[in-house]
């Protein structure tokens, strides 16, 4: 059945895209709509032989967890590096988080359409720099990711913030080394933080106050200090925004080194997400500046 979307104007596609899994009507759509081509498309078992394409775009929320984990490496085997755009449903999502943190791919999770042509657009622009997630491709997430890693950074680094010299009394804070020395932190409080940053809704509605990159940092925190293992799912849920959203922010922090992946020991074909060393060290010397200046963590 043909698009509901035309090609305009009389420049060539700018991509061409290998489709391939269940239902691919909307997939076919979005390419389109994306500025692309649907050069093919295929079965999930034809992979092996893929032709030649630009991006390879998969279809994957049929597939059964018992095939999964074959089909995810059949999928990665078979792009080679080409970016991918893969969907999922929500139970596939721990076990798909192999696949999304890989910088070729983008995992979408009940995606709306725009969802996928922004994926698409993203993927096909990117892969000159090897990077899906490259910062400036997405200017809302690339903007708010780079303040939080900017920050967390500078705390590792110990370098002052531009501009805040003639502020440094007020808003200046020790050098990590010397906050964190005799700094315990208890996973409690930073619940409770996590908490707080939940009633808001309650009171002001849902959506205004979506901070998704710092409610998965503190969520991943609290989880470290626990003993506990996050899995992709539980991130997305932690995010308080829809599966797809959370996925991308995920990727991002990725990118940004702040998140790594722990394989789980019980299962090979899963993964586990937690705070890069890096990260967890800025954590501790921004929760020990909020201590000692009196100011209350957010």
């Known amino acids: ?80 590096g080409m970016p991918v755009v893969a969907t999922v449903s929500l139970e596939q999502l721990d076990l798909s988080g192999v696949l999304l943190l890989n910088s070729h791919a983008q995992l979408l999770c009940r995606p709306a359409l725009a969802d996928r042509v922004a994926a698409m657009v993203v993927a096909t622009r990117a892969s000159a720099t090897g990077s899906v997630r490259e910062p400036g491709r997405e200017p809302e997430l690339a903007a708010e990711v780079g303040r939080i890693a900017e920050v967390l950074a500078r705390l590792i680094r110990r370098d002052p913030i531009p501009g805040a010299a003639e502020r440094r009394q007020t808003f200046g804070a020790e050098p990590p080394s010397e906050l964190t020395a005799d700094f315990q932190v208890d996973a409690g409080v930073v619940r409770n933080t996590i908490r707080a940053r939940r009633m808001r809704d309650a009171f002001f509605g849902e959506g205004l106050f979506a901070d998704p990159a710092w409610d998965m940092l503190l969520d991943l925190f609290a989880a470290g200090l626990e003993g506990a293992q996050v899995s992709v799912s539980s991130l997305c849920i932690a995010a308080a925004v829809p599966p797809t959203t959370a996925l991308r922010w ?16 019980a299962d090979r074909r899963r993964a586990f997400l937690a705070l890069s060393p890096a990260a967890e060290a800025a954590m501790r010397g921004y929760l020990a500046a909020t201590r000692r200046t009196g100011i209350a963590a957010a």
């Open 250 to 265: 995920i990727g991002l922090l990725s990118d940004r080194h702040l998140i790594e992946r722990v394989p789980d020991p």
């Open 1 to 80: 059945m043909a698009s509901e979307f035309e090609w305009a104007g009389t420049a060539a596609p700018r991509f061409r895209a290998v489709l391939a899994g269940g239902a691919l009507g909307e997939a076919a759509d979005a390419v389109v709509a994306a500025g692309g081509h649907v050069a093919d498309r295929i079965d999930l078992s034809r992979l092996d032989d893929l032709p030649a394409a630009d991006l390879l775009v998969v279809e994957l929320e049929s597939v059964d967890e018992a095939a999964l984990a074959d089909v995810l490496a059949l999928v990665e085997r078979a792009a080679d």
